[in-house]
C-alpha cells in the first residue's frame, strides 16, 4: 500500500494437509474481500510456505530448520492444517504446529462454536442467540509440553520403557484461566466452565483447581461452573465420558424451555455421557435401551452393533441352539431368534473378545496397529484371509507382518441372521 494509505499486514500463510490445501484459498478470497471493504484502512500481503507431511516425505523434516526465524517477520500465521497417513501423527504434529505454538509461547487454544444465521440445526429452539460459546484450552503445557522419553530398549521390544509426563505450572494455569475469564467479559453471557480431571490427577488437576478458585475470585461479575472429566468401568465395557461446556449449554438450553434434554449426535461415548436413556435412530424408528451396559449387550441389529464401538462381523453357522461355529473355532451362546441348525449368522467380535496369547495354535498376522492409551489395538489377519481386532497392552509391542497367538475370551455372544 502507498505512503498515506491504511496499515498492510504480512500474512506467513501455511496451507499444510488434507483440506488445508483446500480451505485455505477460499479464506485467502475471503480475507481480500474484507481488505476490499475496508476503505483503504488496511491490506494484506501473503508468502506461502510448503511445509507439511508431503515436505516431510520430500526432505525428511516437516518445515526449514530456520522456520520460526522466518516466521517472526510476519503479523500473523494462516494454517491450515497438519497431517498425512504415510507420515505418523506424532511427527507431523510435533515437527510442524507443536514446534510453532511452542516456538512462539502460542499458550491459548481458542475455539468458537456458533450456529450461524440460515444453517438449520437438529436442536429445538436452537438459534445463533442461544448456540454461542467458546472453548478455551491450554496450548503449551500439559501433554503439549512434551516431557519424556523412551529408554532401555535393549531389554527387548517388549520390556522398553516410556515416560510422557504432563507439565502444569502456576503461571501456566493462571495466564489461560484469566485469558478465559477476560474473554467472558466480553461476552453476552458471562459464564466460566472449567473442566478438569482431579479426582485421578491429583498434583496437576489440583493445581489447576486450586488456581482456577483463586482466580475467578478476583471476576464476581463471571458466573462459574466446575465439572469433572469421568470415566466409569460396566460390566466389560469401558465408557469413558466428557462432560463439556457445549453439552451442558445444550442441556440448560433444552431445559430452560421446559423439555425433557434430548442429545443428537453421533458421538457414543457423549450419549453414554449425558443420557439417562440411549436411542438409537434407523429407519425412522427409535431403538431405545436403559443403560450403555445394556446397549452393548443387547444391540437390536448390525447397525446398533456397529454404533456402540469397533469390532468385526466374522461368519458363521448356528450348530445347535446354543451355540456357533466360526473360522476361528465353536462360540458357545444363543443363536438369533428363529435361526436353526445350520442358519448363516454374523458373529460380531469386539476388540476385548481376543486376547493375546503366545501359547496359542491359533495365529494372525499384524496388518495393522493403533495405540489406545495403555493398549495397542491390532488388526490381524487370519489363515483365511479373515480379520479381527485385538486389544492389546502396549508392553506387548509387535511388528506388522509379524504372527501372534490369540484366544477366545469372549463371554457373550452377539450374532445376527445373514442377509
Given at each position: 500500500?502507498?505512503a498515506?494509505?491504511?496499515?498492510?499486514?504480512?500474512?506467513?500463510v501455511?496451507?499444510?494437509?488434507?483440506?488445508?490445501?483446500?480451505?485455505i484459498?477460499?479464506?485467502?478470497?475471503?480475507?481480500?474481500r474484507?481488505?476490499?471493504?475496508?476503505g483503504g484502512?488496511?491490506?494484506?500481503?501473503y508468502?506461502?510456505?510448503?511445509w507439511g507431511?508431503h515436505?516431510?516425505?520430500?526432505?525428511?523434516?516437516m518445515?526449514?530448520?530456520?522456520?520460526?526465524?522466518?516466521?517472526k517477520?510476519?503479523?500473523?500465521?494462516?494454517f491450515?492444517?497438519?497431517?498425512?497417513?504415510?507420515?505418523p501423527?506424532?511427527i507431523?504434529?510435533w515437527?510442524?504446529?507443536?514446534?510453532?505454538?511452542?516456538?512462539?509461547?502460542?499458550?491459548?487454544?481458542?475455539?468458537?462454536?456458533?450456529?450461524?444465521p440460515?444453517?438449520?440445526?437438529?436442536?429445538?429452539?436452537?438459534?445463533?442467540e442461544?448456540?454461542?460459546?467458546?472453548?478455551?484450552r491450554?496450548?503449551?503445557?500439559?501433554?503439549?509440553?512434551?516431557?519424556g522419553?523412551?529408554?532401555?530398549?535393549?531389554?527387548?521390544?517388549?520390556?522398553?520403557?516410556?515416560?510422557?509426563?504432563?507439565?502444569?505450572t502456576a503461571?501456566?494455569?493462571?495466564?489461560?484461566?484469566?485469558?478465559?475469564?477476560?474473554l467472558?467479559?466480553?461476552r453476552?453471557?458471562?459464564k466460566?466452565?472449567?473442566?478438569?480431571?482431579?479426582n485421578?490427577?491429583?498434583?496437576?488437576?489440583?493445581?489447576?483447581?486450586?488456581?482456577?478458585e483463586r482466580v475467578?475470585?478476583?471476576?464476581?461479575?463471571?458466573?462459574?461452573?466446575?465439572?469433572?472429566?469421568?470415566?466409569?468401568?460396566?460390566?466389560?465395557t469401558?465408557?469413558?465420558?466428557t462432560?463439556s461446556?457445549?453439552?451442558?449449554?445444550?442441556?440448560?438450553?433444552l431445559?430452560?424451555?421446559g423439555?425433557?434434554a434430548?442429545?443428537?449426535?453421533?458421538?457414543?461415548?457423549?450419549?453414554?455421557?449425558m443420557?439417562?436413556?440411549?436411542?438409537?435412530?434407523?429407519?425412522?424408528?427409535?431403538?431405545?435401551?436403559?443403560s450403555?451396559?445394556?446397549l452393548y449387550?443387547?444391540?437390536?441389529n448390525?447397525?446398533?452393533?456397529?454404533?456402540?464401538?469397533?469390532g468385526?462381523?466374522?461368519?458363521?453357522?448356528?450348530?445347535n441352539?446354543?451355540?456357533?461355529e466360526?473360522?476361528?473355532?465353536?462360540?458357545?451362546?444363543?443363536?438369533p431368534a428363529?435361526?436353526?441348525?445350520?442358519?448363516?449368522?454374523?458373529v460380531?467380535?469386539?476388540?476385548?473378545?481376543?486376547?493375546?496369547?503366545?501359547?496359542?495354535?491359533?495365529?494372525?498376522q499384524?496388518?495393522?496397529?493403533?495405540?489406545?492409551?495403555?493398549d495397542i489395538?491390532?488388526?490381524l489377519?487370519?489363515?483365511?484371509?479373515?480379520?479381527?481386532?485385538?486389544?492389546v497392552?502396549?508392553?506387548?509391542?509387535?511388528?506388522?507382518?509379524?504372527?501372534?497367538?490369540?484366544r477366545?475370551?469372549i463371554?457373550?455372544?452377539?450374532?445376527?441372521?445373514?442377509?
Amino acid at each position: 500500500m502507498g505512503a498515506g494509505e491504511g496499515r498492510e499486514y504480512r500474512i506467513a500463510v501455511i496451507p499444510g494437509d488434507g483440506i488445508g490445501v483446500e480451505v485455505i484459498p477460499e479464506g485467502l478470497r475471503a480475507l481480500d474481500r474484507l481488505a476490499a471493504t475496508s476503505g483503504g484502512r488496511f491490506g494484506f500481503v501473503y508468502e506461502s510456505f510448503p511445509w507439511g507431511s508431503h515436505y516431510y516425505m520430500e526432505t525428511g523434516r516437516m518445515m526449514d530448520p530456520d522456520g520460526l526465524e522466518r516466521l517472526k517477520a510476519f503479523d500473523a500465521i494462516y494454517f491450515g492444517a497438519v497431517g498425512w497417513p504415510a507420515v505418523p501423527d506424532h511427527i507431523s504434529l510435533w515437527g510442524l504446529r507443536l514446534a510453532i505454538c511452542q516456538g512462539f509461547d502460542q499458550y491459548a487454544c481458542v475455539r468458537p462454536v456458533r450456529l450461524l444465521p440460515g444453517v438449520p440445526s437438529p436442536l429445538r429452539d436452537a438459534t445463533p442467540e442461544r448456540i454461542d460459546w467458546v472453548v478455551v484450552r491450554e496450548n503449551s503445557e500439559g501433554e503439549y509440553a512434551g516431557i519424556g522419553g523412551r529408554n532401555l530398549g535393549s531389554r527387548g521390544p517388549d520390556r522398553e520403557v516410556a515416560l510422557q509426563t504432563a507439565l502444569f505450572t502456576a503461571q501456566g494455569c493462571e495466564r489461560i484461566i484469566r485469558y478465559a475469564f477476560e474473554l467472558a467479559r466480553t461476552r453476552k453471557r458471562r459464564k466460566v466452565t472449567s473442566v478438569t480431571k482431579s479426582n485421578a490427577q491429583q498434583y496437576a488437576m489440583t493445581l489447576w483447581d486450586e488456581t482456577f478458585e483463586r482466580v475467578r475470585k478476583e471476576y464476581p461479575d463471571v458466573e462459574t461452573v466446575v465439572t469433572t472429566v469421568f470415566s466409569e468401568e460396566q460390566g466389560r465395557t469401558r465408557i469413558t465420558a466428557t462432560v463439556s461446556y457445549p453439552s451442558t449449554e445444550v442441556r440448560d438450553i433444552l431445559k430452560a424451555q421446559g423439555m425433557t434434554a434430548i442429545v443428537v449426535t453421533h458421538d457414543q461415548h457423549e450419549a453414554f455421557a449425558m443420557a439417562d436413556e440411549i436411542g438409537v435412530m434407523r429407519d425412522g424408528r427409535i431403538q431405545q435401551w436403559d443403560s450403555a451396559y445394556n446397549l452393548y449387550h443387547t444391540p437390536a441389529n448390525r447397525f446398533v452393533a456397529d454404533f456402540v464401538g469397533e469390532g468385526v462381523f466374522l461368519p458363521g453357522t448356528v450348530l445347535n441352539s446354543h451355540q456357533v461355529e466360526t473360522e476361528i473355532g465353536i462360540l458357545d451362546g444363543p443363536a438369533p431368534a428363529g435361526c436353526t441348525r445350520g442358519s448363516r449368522v454374523e458373529v460380531l467380535l469386539r476388540p476385548d473378545d481376543i486376547s493375546h496369547d503366545d501359547a496359542s495354535p491359533l495365529l494372525g498376522q499384524v496388518c495393522k496397529k493403533a495405540f489406545r492409551g495403555a493398549d495397542i489395538l491390532y488388526t490381524l489377519r487370519l489363515e483365511n484371509g479373515g480379520s479381527v481386532l485385538s486389544l492389546v497392552p502396549s508392553h506387548h509391542n509387535h511388528a506388522i507382518g509379524e504372527r501372534i497367538g490369540i484366544r477366545l475370551t469372549i463371554d457373550h455372544v452377539i450374532s445376527f441372521p445373514r442377509d
